[in-house]
C-alpha cells in the first residue's frame, strides 16, 4: 500500500483524535502500542483515504475500527469499510463493550486476523 500525502486538515483531525481517544480505544491501545501485542506493529488514528483509521497493521494491511452503539448497522460504516478495501485492508470491527468486556478475547483474534491473512471479518 503505498504512502500518499495527508493533508494538513486530516493530519489534525488525526492527532485530535490520538489524544481524545475513548475508554475502549485507549484500552486497546495499552495493548497494541509498543509492538506489545505479538510483536505486532499497529499505528493508532491513521489517515487513510478520506477517512481515519482507529488502528491499522500495515504489514497484515489490517485495519480495526471500535465501535459504540451509535455505529450499529450505519449505512456510512459500510461505505468506509467499502472504500477501506478498495486500498487493500481489511476491516475488523470490534464494539467498545467487546474490548471492555472481554479484552484478552479481542486480542486473540486481532492476532489471529495478523497471523492469517486469508481471514475475512464477519461484520
Not at 485495519?63 to 448497522?73: K, M, V
Not at 472504500?83 to 486480542?107: M, Q, T, Y
Request: glycine letters at 4%; aromatic letters at 8%; one cysteine or more.
Amino acid at each position: 500500500m503505498p504512502h500518499q500525502p495527508v493533508k494538513p486538515a486530516k493530519r489534525s483531525f488525526a492527532r485530535a483524535l490520538r489524544r481524545e481517544m475513548t475508554e475502549a480505544e485507549d484500552r486497546l491501545w495499552h495493548e497494541l502500542r509498543d509492538r506489545r501485542l505479538d510483536r505486532i506493529k499497529f499505528r493508532r488514528q491513521v489517515p487513510v483515504g478520506k477517512y481515519v483509521a482507529d488502528f491499522v497493521c500495515f504489514e497484515a494491511g489490517l485495519i480495526i475500527e471500535i465501535d459504540g452503539s451509535q455505529h450499529a448497522e450505519l449505512e456510512s460504516d459500510r461505505g468506509r469499510a467499502v472504500e477501506l478495501e478498495s486500498r487493500g485492508f481489511r476491516v475488523l470491527r470490534f464494539w467498545n463493550d467487546d474490548v471492555l468486556k472481554d479484552l484478552n478475547a479481542v486480542c486473540d483474534t486481532i492476532i489471529a486476523y495478523v497471523r492469517d491473512v486469508s481471514l475475512q471479518p464477519w461484520r
